[in-house]
């Protein structure tokens, strides 16, 4: 089960589009890749959910982390999701209260990054 | 009933994941329930691999299948006690705890679940789900 991951930039954010299952085997590979882009100095990320079939607690916790990461510089994170199973999930854990959540990435870049 | 022994290991938790779909449409569980269903079974299997994977043990992991009169159970059964992650519910920013969210989208997502120690010395998850 592979996790499709791809970067782009766009007004001041770092987009990661994800692709596929984020669970306890793939969400390490996400996992990485926030820290990677934190640790080359983006600091305001949008994490586009749109194409993410399952997401777990594994991956809740992925988000989490990069969440403390990138507010540890003043930075933010945003999601970008419309699915509503993948909704549910935020719903469930109180995570919709910690994370802003768009219906597009150009809505959730639109948003002045955090200085 | 089915049951799966899976190694201990987090790619196999997909496989698990695979099985309960197919085998809720068996029971032409809604697609809404079948991935509600799913997602619990696999926070209980991402549980019992890390449970595992910290006691350093090569054990399989079982997870069955049943059908007991209107219900679907599913148990996933490991050895050892829970992840030490349950320490802490919450860290210091607030933010609740891997552990804490997977138990919440278990209780959430089926009908009724048990946590419970098994006589050897591992821990057997147990979750319901009305057909």
């Not at chain 1, 080359?40 to 990461?69: C, H, I, M, P, Q």
């Not at chain 2, 989208?105 to 147990?126: K, N």
Request: charged letters at 25%.
């Amino acid at each position: 089960m592979e996790l499709g991951l791809d970067v782009r930039k766009s007004n001041a954010h770092a987009i990661v589009d994800v692709k596929g299952e984020v669970d306890v085997y793939t969400a390490p590979k996400l996992r990485e890749k926030l820290i990677e882009l934190v640790s080359e100095g983006s600091y305001n990320v949008v994490v586009n959910l749109e194409g993410v079939d399952f997401l777990d607690s594994t991956g809740l916790g992925v988000l989490v982390g990069a969440l403390k990461r990138v507010k540890a510089h003043d930075g933010s994170l945003a999601l970008v999701c419309t699915q509503d199973k993948i909704l549910k999930i935020f719903k469930i854990t109180g995570l919709t209260k910690v994370f802003p959540i768009h219906s597009s990435v150009e809505e959730a870049t639109d948003s002045p990054p955090a200085e | 009933m089915v049951r799966l022994r899976i190694p201990a290991r987090s790619a196999y938790v997909a496989v698990v994941r695979l099985a309960v779909g197919s085998l809720a449409r068996v029971e032409e569980m809604d697609e809404e329930r079948v991935d509600q269903l799913k997602i619990a079974v696999s926070e209980a299997c991402a549980n019992a691999v890390l449970a595992h994977e910290e006691l350093g043990s090569s054990e399989p992991v079982t997870v069955s299948f049943d059908r007991e009169d209107d219900r679907l159970v599913v148990e996933v059964a490991h050895q050892g006690s829970q992840s030490d992650e349950s320490g802490s519910q919450v860290d210091s920013q607030g933010f609740p705890s891997r552990l804490v969210m997977s138990f919440a989208l278990i209780e959430s997502l089926v009908d009724s679940w048990q946590y419970a120690p098994t006589p050897d010395g591992g821990m057997v998850a147990r979750l319901e789900l009305r057909l």
